[in-house]
């Protein structure tokens, strides 16, 4: 009998249930892309500043300069050699609500890459999207868009 009473009172309850309206989806939420220069956070700022090193270093393992550092600046010393490779100027981000500054000069009469390509392949390793820029520089413009 308590057998028969305990199924009545789950039948009871389902039959409850398939009263209820479907719950609908929740709203789809509105992805926007965030700009890969600027941190919110300060663990944001610290992550980029990490990716923006990997960045100077392995451009510099692919034949730029090594860049000298003064403060919150990181840049192509102005007596390192000429090559085709841009001179790099980028301001790191301060702690938090803020954003790093990008530049790229070419020194020579043509470079491998322009800024603007630059600019896209240092925005990508802020993403953390790594590229080598041994194999081809230009392999890493198309990576990055």
């Known amino acids: 009998m308590t057998r028969l009473i305990a199924l009545l009172v789950g039948?009871?309850?389902?039959a409850g249930c398939t009263s209820q309206p479907p719950v609908s989806?929740?709203?789809a939420?509105?992805?926007v892309a965030s700009d890969p220069q600027h941190c919110?956070?300060?663990a944001e700022c610290t992550t980029?500043?990490?990716r923006t090193l990997l960045f100077v270093f392995d451009y510099?393992?692919?034949g730029?300069?090594?860049v000298q550092r003064d403060g919150r600046l990181l840049f192509t010393p102005a007596d390192a050699p000429v090559t085709d490779w841009p001179a790099l100027?980028?301001?790191l981000a301060e702690a938090e609500q803020s954003a790093f500054a990008f530049n790229a000069q070419c020194r020579a009469q043509t470079c491998r890459l322009t800024a603007a390509q630059l600019l896209q392949i240092y925005r990508s390793y802020l993403r953390g999207q790594s590229c080598d820029f041994h194999v081809d520089a230009r392999s890493c413009v198309d990576q990055a868009q």
Request: aromatic letters at 4%; glycine letters at 0%; proline letters at 8%.
């Open 11 to 14: 039948l009871t309850a389902l």
């Open 89 to 91: 100027y980028i301001r």
């Open 29 to 31: 939420v509105m992805v």
């Open 48 to 50: 980029k500043t990490s």
């Open 40 to 42: 919110d956070s300060r």
């Open 60 to 62: 510099a393992a692919a």
């Open 64 to 66: 730029a300069a090594l």
């Open 25 to 27: 989806e929740p709203p």
